[in-house]
Nanobody, 124 residues
Framework: QVQLVESGGGLVQAGGSLRLSCAAS????????MGWFRQAPGKEREFVTA????????YYADTVKGRFTISSDNAKNRVYLQMNSLKPEDTAVYYC?????????????????WGQGTQVTVSS
């Protein structure tokens, strides 16, 4: 049974930083592309970033490029999201997800496994 468990969310002031962690079990992340999505109240879930855990290629939404960094620790089967220069518009529930390499990272329905999410709130 695949489980993705996010942690590290919380309340932070604008300009601050947070580091999210996603612990995977039931799958080996080096065989998957891992990603982070977010969903703000009243809005659709949106792609934030993804990483090919074997090879290291990364993808970022324009809204977070230069501020967020995704990384993976294959030995620990964990994925991380370092978020710097946070803005109030980054406030959302952040979800960890996994897909196969031949899936399209920008197609939401092609992400196969999801975590329960962790709340990130950025105050102005």
């Amino acid at each position: 049974q695949v489980q993705l468990v996010e942690s590290g969310g919380g309340l932070v002031q604008a300009g601050g930083s947070l580091r999210l962690s996603c612990a995977a079990s039931g799958l080996t992340i080096s065989n998957y592309r891992m990603g982070w999505f977010r969903q703000a109240p009243g809005k659709e879930r949106e792609f934030v970033t993804a990483i090919n855990c074997s090879g290291g290629s990364t993808y970022y939404a324009d809204t977070v490029k230069g501020r967020f960094t995704i990384s993976s620790d294959n030995a620990k089967n964990r994925v991380y999201l370092q978020m710097n220069s946070l803005k109030p518009e980054d406030t959302a529930v952040y979800y960890c997800a996994a897909q196969y390499y031949n899936d399209k990272h920008y197609v939401l329905r092609e992400w196969r496994y999801w975590g329960q999410g962790t709340q990130v709130t950025v105050s102005s």
